[in-house]
């Protein structure tokens, strides 16, 4: 039963444009969601994360976006470069009872120049 | 080193064969994962260690899996009798906070360990 999904197994985006990608979770209970990404061959890195208590975290040239009514988390990537080329994975967990992450199937983003 | 490090990077072992993988998480970190990832896939849970407590083995798919972190630093995941389907990468992750310790923090991850069953 999976609990996060990411119904987008690709995106193709050009270079300097926007790019984002899509999480949808069925846990009403998970309070902390968390973006990966990761390059053929690595772990996977951790690129930005966001608490249940906001609806919008930026780091940088991200932004992770939640709406708890829809289940729904969103991260934007902008502007998007070549580097930003990988997969991504959403991750969600339970703030104090939860000792594991529940991963989405991941996205392959693609950054073309 | 100043990450998670796992080894072998590669293992590929005959069906039956039992095969063990080491994780050394970052120094001082107190929560241990081990997870599965299927080619295709996200990564799927398996266990979690506080300490050298194994506090969640829920995920572990069956008795031919165990692991240990006997000292509360490096942790060894071995797979008995291994079948096909045990071909997966294995992840360990490690973080400096486990659970209920207030704020929530990520996990870091090693590079992973590609199992092979032939």
């Known amino acids: 039963d999976q609990q996060v999904k990411q119904n987008s197994p690709s995106l193709s985006v050009q270079e300097g444009r926007i790019s984002i990608l899509n999480c949808d979770y069925t846990?009403?209970?998970?309070?902390?969601f968390l973006w990966y990404k990761k390059y053929p061959a690595e772990g996977p890195t951790f690129l930005i994360s966001i608490s249940s208590i906001k609806d919008k975290n930026e780091d940088g040239r991200f932004t992770v976006f939640l709406n708890k009514s829809a289940k729904h988390l969103s991260l934007h990537i902008v502007p998007s470069q070549p580097g930003d080329s990988a997969v991504y994975f959403c991750?969600?967990?339970?703030?104090?009872?939860?000792?594991?992450?529940?991963f989405g199937t991941g996205t392959s983003l693609t950054v073309i120049p | 080193g100043a990450g998670v490090s796992q080894s072998p990077r590669y293992k590929v072992a005959k069906r039956g064969q039992d095969v063990a993988l080491r994780c050394d998480p970052i120094?001082?970190?107190?929560?241990l994962f081990w997870y599965q990832q299927a080619l295709g896939q996200g990564p799927e849970f398996l266990t979690y260690f506080q300490n050298e407590a194994q506090l969640d083995k829920s995920g572990l798919p069956s008795d031919r899996f165990f692991a240990e972190r006997p000292e509360g630093s490096v942790s060894t995941l071995k797979i008995q009798r291994t079948q096909q389907e045990d071909s997966a990468v294995y992840l360990c992750?490690?973080?400096?906070?486990?659970?209920?310790?207030?704020?929530?923090?990520?996990?870091?991850f090693g590079q992973g360990t590609r199992l092979t069953v032939v």
């Open positions: 846990n009403s209970m998970f309070d902390y």
């Open positions: 120094s001082g970190h107190v929560s």
């Open positions: 992750a490690s973080s400096p906070k486990f659970p209920g310790q207030g704020k929530n923090t990520e996990a870091f």
């Open positions: 991750a969600a967990s339970l703030k104090y009872t939860g000792n594991q992450f529940y």
